[in-house]
């Protein structure tokens, strides 16, 4: 039987005690390697990404308090090759990826009446960010009624 030995860019602990330091985000070299009774040893290097920092928050394009449109679209920016979703009064409404410029622009469909907008950013990690500005947009289905003329 054999007992393996992690080494994780030179910090060398066997896996029954666990790894013996915390480490700031980066990249970083795991080296695995298996030694049995008879002196035969296997080895497998990986590299692996540690993230543990949420991206900012996204940041949307001005978006109009009104409209009769009941599709809207919203641009803005967030980390690059994040993933956005979209709320609309706490309801998931839309998803979409941000370019490696950080820039995203979604299609999406309004309700009648008020639509309180905000939006999240996760990375590959799925580190989550805060919420975007709230913007508020009145989707207006009913055509103004004229009366009282005389």
Known sequence: MAIPT???DGSTSSVEGGLRRIVSDGNYTVKFIATDEAGNTTQLNSTIL??????????????????????????????GRTFISL??????????????????????????GSNPLKL????AAKNLSDYSLIQKVFYETEVPVISNLI
């Open 50 to 79: 540690v993230d543990n920092t949420k991206p900012l928050a996204p940041i949307v394009q001005t978006l109009p308090s009104h409209t009769n449109e009941a599709k809207l679209k919203v641009e803005g920016t967030a980390e």
């Open 6 to 8: 992690v080494s994780w």
């Open 120 to 123: 999240t950013a996760a990375d």
């Open 87 to 112: 709320y609309n009064d706490e309801q998931l409404t839309g998803t979409a990826s941000v370019d490696a410029t950080g820039k995203f622009s979604l299609l999406i469909n309004l309700l009648p």
